[in-house]
């Protein structure tokens, strides 16, 4: 299982976000994005949604694993105020 974390800031929002990806077999991906409810409107999420797969597609081509797009999976998720921490350092 390949398992990549990012907590990346987006000052725009003041929101942060966590991104896990899963390689949990060798024909599907997934990308699992948790963000704080509200923080983005459904076309900023569909915009996400598609500039993940790109990039994820893109590494796969890159390292001589093909198009990949059919086989990546988005989730968002949104939590409530306050849903998730890291660290002990509440976000959302």
Partial sequence: MQRLMAHPSVTEHSVQFHLFIYQESKSCRQIKLTLPQHAWTKDEKAKIIERFTNALNKVAQESGKGD??????????????????????IFG
Avoid: D, R
């Avoid at 990949?68 to 350092?89: D, H, L, R």
């Fill in 68 to 89: 990949i797009k059919k086989f990546i999976s988005v989730q968002i998720e949104e939590t409530a105020e306050g849903g998730y921490a890291i660290g002990e350092q």
